[in-house]
């Protein structure tokens, strides 16, 4: 397997990422010792919303996740008269079985490239006329086996890049599935945490100055963590998903790479303003197996007045990368680096002092890997 690894050591102040049905932060049991945890879809969500955002990608190089697929085609379609555009969608994303409920939402999340919306759009536009009869629901469309045949032949991938990296799940119909590149682990604290409540109140502004009660009050729960993030991209199933395109696989996995390092979900976000960058990033690329070095932390790291836990994390974590080294032996070829914040000794493990080196680094391995 040829990947790209991601290890990253993070320490956010007092706060609560991500909520549970209950508005507690998430966490785990770890090692026997309850840990502080981001669940994995949360930081999948972080890094698309930053693909988007920052922009790290292209509108043409991203998809969507929705249940308003009909929207999203009656736009591509606004020149149409909508009486006519709207069956037409309607009877193509039943016949694709997308069924569309009263309403005009799909029954369930579906996840598309914005090239294949467009491209199922004209596929529409081309068949309006074999698509306009009566909107009878998935079960009963009644849309020729030429017409499904096109309207299926767009539904590839569209060569975007998050729905290359994270996959795609069609239970009615495996067959258009995408199987995902990357994998990413919960994140999880490497030292056992209790959660913490904070007890708030809010006063009424217009209070009359004998009732000094609050207007409202209510508990927040949270918690402050060192987090163990990990990640790995398998570039050949990332370059088959994006149908061998090489120079995008490329700026793909660089992509993934800046935005899994770089953000977090963003819960509670404007009473915690838990805006901590990582204080240790390293990569790992080559050919062989993963590794996920969660089990550095299986015995809690315990807190000392005389060093960060931070600090303590990274050395923990390099042992056990010089551990499985022994054992197992490198990846073969295989590049490795990291930044290092902390006050922490890394072995052997190569350092750079800033993120363009780092991301430089990574983009030859990558090339290399991929014969780019």
């Known amino acids: 397997m040829k990947l790209l690894e991601v290890h990253v050591l993070q320490t956010v102040v007092p706060s609560n990422l991500n909520r549970d049905d209950t508005g507690s932060p998430k966490d785990a049991l770890f090692g026997g010792f309850r840990r502080a945890r981001i669940s994995s879809q949360a930081q999948k969500r972080a890094v698309r919303v930053a693909f988007r955002d920052w922009p790290l990608l292209e509108p043409s190089e991203r998809a969507v996740r929705t249940k308003r697929l009909l929207e999203a085609l009656l736009t591509r379609l606004s020149d149409l008269p909508e009486d006519r555009a709207r069956p037409a969608i309607e009877n193509a994303l039943n016949s694709l079985g997308f069924g569309?409920?009263?309403?005009?939402?799909?029954?369930?999340l579906l996840f598309l490239g914005n090239r294949e919306l467009d491209r199922l759009a004209e596929a529409i536009r081309a068949n309006l006329e074999a698509l306009s009869g009566e909107v009878k629901g998935k079960k009963k469309t009644d849309v020729s086996p030429e017409v499904k045949k096109a309207l299926e032949k767009v539904l590839d991938g569209g060569k975007a890049v998050d729905l290359a990296l994270f996959g795609r799940m069609l239970a009615?119909?495996?067959?258009?599935?995408?199987?995902?590149?990357?994998?990413?682990?919960?994140?999880?604290?490497?030292?056992?945490?209790?959660?913490?409540?904070d007890f708030y109140t809010a006063v009424d502004d217009l209070n009359p100055k004998e009732e000094t009660g609050a207007g409202m009050m209510g508990d927040v729960e949270f918690y402050s963590a060192t987090l163990y993030r990990y990640a790995v991209v398998d570039l050949q199933t990332l370059l088959e998903n994006l149908q061998g395109d090489k120079e995008l696989a490329l700026k793909?996995?660089?992509a993934f790479f800046a935005a899994f390092a770089s953000t977090l979900p963003s819960g509670k976000q404007n009473s915690f303003a838990a805006h901590n960058p990582p204080l240790f990033v390293a990569f790992r690329a080559g050919e062989g197996l993963p590794r996920n070095l969660a089990t550095a932390f299986e015995r809690p790291i315990r807190p000392r007045e005389d060093r960060a836990l931070s600090a303590l994390s990274v050395e923990a974590l390099v042992r056990e990368w010089e551990r499985f080294d022994r054992a197992f032996g490198p990846l073969q070829p295989e590049w490795k680096g990291a930044i290092n914040l902390?006050?922490?000794?890394?072995g052997t493990l190569p350092l750079v002092e800033d993120w363009p080196t780092?991301?430089?680094?990574?983009?030859e391995a990558i090339k290399k890997l991929l014969e780019v």
């Open 358 to 363: 780092l991301r430089g680094r990574i983009e």
């Open 172 to 197: 009615d119909r495996p067959e258009l599935g995408v199987d995902a590149a990357a994998q990413v682990a919960h994140a999880l604290s490497t030292h056992k945490v209790d959660r913490e409540f």
């Open 100 to 108: 569309v409920k009263e309403g005009g939402a799909s029954e369930y």
């Open 252 to 254: 793909g996995a660089l």
């Open 342 to 346: 902390t006050e922490a000794e890394t």
